[in-house]
C-alpha cells in the first residue's frame, strides 16, 4: 500500500525526490551530487586530520575503549576505514567493501580500483555504530608531489566522502597546528562549502607543557586557518584530549576544560542523527534547485541555440539558391542559343543546363560548408560567451524582486558544467520541459514544508 505524504520522513520524501527525478537529470545532464538518499542510512562522521592527530584514538574513544583501529605516533593507515555495525566482527577490502555500504556509496566506485583498494569497511558489534557510521582517514601529509604519496584522486575522494557525511571533524595537534600542507589544501578546495557540518578539533592539549605554550600553538593554529578558511570570524576550535596510552599521569596543565570540550564533541556525535536530516535536505536543495535550474536554462538555451543554427541555415540555403538562379539565368542568356533547334534538342539542352546548374551548386555548396560552419560556431561561441546575460534574462522577475543570492550563487556552481553540456550536447537537451520544472518546484516546496512539520512521522 502506498504511504501518505505526510507519513514520509524527510529522507523518504527526499529519496523518493531523487528517484522521481532521475530521468530528467540524466536527460538534461545534471549529474546529482548525491546519487540518492536511502532512508535506511546511519548518520556519518568522517574524521579527517594530520598524521598522527588523534584520528583513530578517538575512533577507538568512542568505540568504548576498543582497540579497532591501530593507532601509533609513525603513519599507520593509508586508506579510508569505514566503521559499521554488525554482529560477526569482520574486516573486507575494495569492491567487496562497497557491496557492505549503503547505496548512497556506491559514487566512490568511480574513483577506480586504485582507491578501492585503499577502502576497508570493518564491521564491528558495538553500540556507538548502531546510530551511525565512521570514517577514519589517512593522516594528511605534507609532499609537494602528492602522487608520488597518493597514487589516487585523494581530495575528490575526500570530496565525496564528505558529501556523504553529517559531521566532519577535523583534528589537529600541537606537533602541526595546521602547517601540514594537505590539511590546509583540503579546507580550502574539497571542505570548501562545507563549514556548517565541519568541526576543527585541537588535540592532544594534555601535553603542553604550561599556558603559553598551549596559547602559542593555539595562536598557530588560528593564524593558519584564518588563510584556508574564506569567512570573517573562524569557527569554534575545540581544545580536547583523548584518554590513551600516551596520556600523561600527571599533565602540567589543568585539562578539565580540554575533558569536557571532548564531552562536547562527543556529544556532536551522538546527535548526528539530526544533523542527517538538515544535511539531506540541504544536499536534496541544494541538487533540486540547480536541476531546475539546469532545466530552466537548458530548455532556454536549447531553443536560443536551435533558433541561431536554423537562421544561419536558412541563410546558407537562401545564397546557395541565389546562387543557383543565377547559373541558371546566366546559362540562358549565355548559353547555347536554342532558337533554331528541334524541340527534342531543346529539351536535352534545358536539361543539361540543369544538371549543369545543380552540379555546379552542389560543388559551391560543398566549398561554402566549411565557412558556414565556422559561422555557426562562431555565433555559438558567442552565446555561450553571454550565459551570464542569459541567466539574468530567465531570471529576471525573481531577481527583480530580491537580490537572491542563492540564486546566483548555484548558477556560479552550476555555470561550468552547464557550458560543458551546451558545448557539446545542445543538440540532445529536450525541447519541453516546463511542467516537469513546476513540478519540481512544488515538490521541493513540500519536501521543505514536510521538514517544517515536526509532527509528520505516523
Ligand atoms: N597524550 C596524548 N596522546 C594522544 C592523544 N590522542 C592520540 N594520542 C597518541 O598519538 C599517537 C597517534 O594517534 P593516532 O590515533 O594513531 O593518530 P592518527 O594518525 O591521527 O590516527 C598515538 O600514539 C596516540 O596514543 C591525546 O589526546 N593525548
Ligand atoms: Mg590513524
Known amino acids: 500500500m502506498k504511504k501518505q505524504k505526510e507519513s514520509y520522513t524527510t529522507e523518504e520524501f527526499a529519496s523518493l525526490l531523487y528517484e522521481r527525478y532521475r530521468t530528467d537529470a540524466e536527460r538534461f545532464f545534471y549529474p546529482y551530487k548525491r546519487t540518492g538518499v536511502s532512508a535506511e542510512t546511519l548518520p556519518c562522521i568522517l574524521f579527517l586530520g594530520n598524521h598522527s592527530s588523534g584520528k583513530s584514538t578517538l575512533i577507538n574513544f568512542l568505540l ?9 605516533v609513525a ?16 574486516e573486507v577490502v575494495g569492491d567487496s567493501a562497497l557491496a557492505l555500504l549503503p547505496p548512497e556509496y556506491a ?62 571533524v577535523m583534528m589537529f595537534d600541537p ?69 590513551c596510552g600516551n596520556s600523561k599521569a600527571e599533565p602540567d596543565i589543568d585539562i578539565k576544560d580540554f575533558q569536557q570540550s571532548l564531552q562536547d564533541i562527543v556529544g556532536q556525535i551522538s546527535h548526528a542523527s539530526e544533523r542527517r536530516k538538515d544535511n539531506v535536505l540541504a544536499a536534496a536543495n541544494n541538487d533540486f534547485s540547480a536541476l531546475g ?13 536551435s533558433n541561431n543554427f536554423l537562421s544561419k541555415l536558412g541563410l546558407y540555403l537562401l545564397l546557395l539558391l541565389l546562387l543557383a538562379g543565377s ?46 560552419r565556422a559561422y555557426v560556431n562562431y555565433s555559438e561561441h558567442q552565446i555561450l560567451e553571454k550565459l551570464d546575460e542569459h541567466f539574468d534574462q530567465e531570471y529576471a522577475d525573481e531577481l527583480l524582486t530580491l537580490s537572491r543570492d542563492d540564486l546566483r550563487q548555484c548558477w556560479e556552481t552550476l555555470k561550468p558544467n552547464f557550458r560543458h553540456v551546451l558545448t557539446s550536447h545542445w543538440r540532445q537537451l529536450p525541447r519541453f520541459a516546463k511542467r516537469k520544472i513546476e513540478a519540481l518546484a512544488q515538490d521541493v516546496a513540500e519536501l521543505n514544508d514536510s521538514a517544517r512539520t515536526p509532527t509528520r512521522l505516523c
Open 175 to 243: 606537533d602541526k597546528p595546521g602547517t601540514t600542507g594537505e590539511s590546509i589544501e583540503v579546507l580550502t578546495g574539497p571542505l570548501s562549502g562545507m563549514t556548517f557540518k565541519l568541526r576543527l578539533l585541537m588535540n592532544k592539549c594534555d601535553l603542553f607543557a604550561n599556558m603559553y605554550d598551549y596559547a602559542r600553538a593555539y595562536g598557530a593554529l588560528c593564524w593558519n586557518l584564518a588563510h584556508a578558511l574564506p569567512i570573517k570570524d573562524l569557527p569554534k576550535i575545540y581544545n580536547c584530549c583523548v584518554p
Open 327 to 372: 547559373g541558371f539565368i546566366l546559362f540562358n542568356t549565355y548559353g547555347v542559343s536554342v532558337r533554331d533547334l528541334s524541340s527534342t534538342m531543346k529539351i536535352v539542352i534545358f536539361s543539361l543546363q540543369c544538371l549543369a546548374t545543380v552540379g555546379i551548386t552542389v560543388v559551391i555548396a560543398r566549398l561554402l560548408y566549411p565557412a558556414f
Open 107 to 168: 559514487r566512490l566506485k568511480t574513483f577506480g580500483t586504485t582507491f578501492l583498494q585503499h577502502l576497508r569497511v570493518k564491521v564491528t558489534k558495538c553500540d556507538i555504530l548502531k546510530q551511525c557510521i565512521l570514517i577514519d582517514s589517512p593522516g594528511m601529509i605534507d609532499v609537494r608531489d602528492r602522487e608520488i604519496i597518493r597514487d589516487y584522486n585523494f581530495f575528490g575522494a575526500i570530496h565525496s566522502l564528505a558529501e556523504l557525511s553529517d559531521l566532519i
Open 293 to 305: 535550474m539546469q532545466m530552466r536554462m537548458g530548455l532556454r538555451l536549447r531553443k536560443f541555440l
Open 75 to 90: 603513519p599507520t593507515d593509508d586508506g579510508f576505514t569505514v566503521l559499521v555495525y554488525g554482529d560477526v566482527p569482520r
Open 64 to 72: 568504548g575503549g576498543l582497540a579497532v583501529q591501530d593507532t601509533g
